[in-house]
């Protein structure tokens, strides 16, 4: 259900949905990642179960080979069994880190990035780091519509033309509206 639209004219549009990221309609998706890339719980397992062992495997690979990955950096990886061309790990920072609005700016941006060099047209993301990171909503909500604005006002020409943010919690949800200016 799309809760609100954004259009940025010829660069593309964002929109704000409920729903199930599994299910979006998009060519890939963000996962909530942490630096090692360990998809054991939260957002990141439900992602790893669904897309079954192979998306681990690369990923525990990747982190082998180039070592833990800083808050406010993606990586992506093939999507396994899951539907889409694959999954941007977008690692957001953790409550405490310092300066989490920014970091989680920077990693939302970066898997924006991932996903245009991959030549997307759609990406879906989750609450990242609003979870068990336990970045404040606010916090969130502010890091999300930024990378978002500065992604589609910082580009003339872009594959990624479609970004949207999927959210299931309320608190998450009315921050974001709110940062929108549709709440209060």
Not at 113 to 123: F, I, K, N, P, V
Not at 160 to 180: F, K
Request: hydrophobic share 45%.
């Amino acid at each position: 259900m799309i809760l609100a639209e954004l259009p940025f004219g010829a660069a593309g549009n964002f929109q704000v949905v409920q729903g199930n990221l599994l299910e979006e309609p998009v060519d890939g998706i963000v996962n909530a990642a942490n630096g090692r890339l360990a998809h054991g719980g939260g957002v990141a397992g439900i992602i790893s179960r669904a897309a079954g062992p192979s998306l681990q495997q690369e990923s525990d690979r990747i982190v082998r080979e180039r070592g833990p990955f800083p808050a406010g950096s993606a990586v992506l990886t093939g999507a396994g069994k899951l539907p889409f061309k694959g999954v941007v790990h977008a690692v957001g920072p953790r409550q405490g880190d310092g300066d989490e609005e920014a970091s989680l700016c920077r990693a939302l941006t970066e898997a924006f990035r991932r996903a245009d060099e991959s030549g997307w047209g759609s990406l879906s993301f989750p609450a990242v780091s609003s979870g068990i990171f336990a970045v404040p909503p606010a916090v969130c909500a502010r890091a999300y519509v930024a990378a978002v604005r500065g992604w589609f006002e910082s580009r003339t020409v872009a594959s990624l033309r479609l970004i949207r943010l999927c959210l299931r919690d309320p608190p998450v949800v009315e921050a974001v509206l709110a940062e929108l200016g549709l709440r209060p």
